[in-house]
């Protein structure tokens, strides 16, 4: 897609997302180009990989505490700090860039129906 107007920052971040291959199993998660990001979404996009990679770093991180002799940290902290992060990230750099073309997308659809 050619996307002449567009800042540099927007047109790699969006290029980036439309490729299919950087979704993975998160595919279904993708909205349409002219759809915009919704907290909602956003924070499926988070949750999905934060928990499932988060209950695997808490499990390293009990492993250590083990083997350090130290208190474990708690087992939902490092699940809830990576959602939160992973939210934090993809609000402010993706949705904005993707939300602009959205916006772009949907007045040329106006426009031209």
């Keep these: 897609m050619n996307q002449p107007l567009l800042p540099v920052s927007d047109r790699f971040i969006t290029e980036l997302c439309d490729a299919d291959r950087g979704w993975g199993l998160f595919l279904f998660l993708r909205p349409k180009p002219e759809q915009r990001l919704t907290v909602l979404r956003t924070v499926l996009m988070a949750l999905i990989p934060g928990i499932a990679l988060g209950a695997f770093g808490s499990m390293l991180l009990e492993l250590a505490a083990v083997a350090l002799e130290q208190p474990p940290v708690p087992r939902l902290a490092f699940p809830l700090s990576l959602v939160f992060l992973y939210f934090v990230?993809?609000?402010?750099?993706?949705?904005?860039?993707?939300?602009?073309?959205?916006?772009?997308?949907?007045?040329?659809?106006?426009?031209?129906?």
């Design 89 to 113: 990230a993809c609000w402010s750099l993706v949705a904005p860039a993707w939300n602009r073309r959205a916006e772009r997308l949907a007045r040329l659809q106006r426009y031209r129906a």
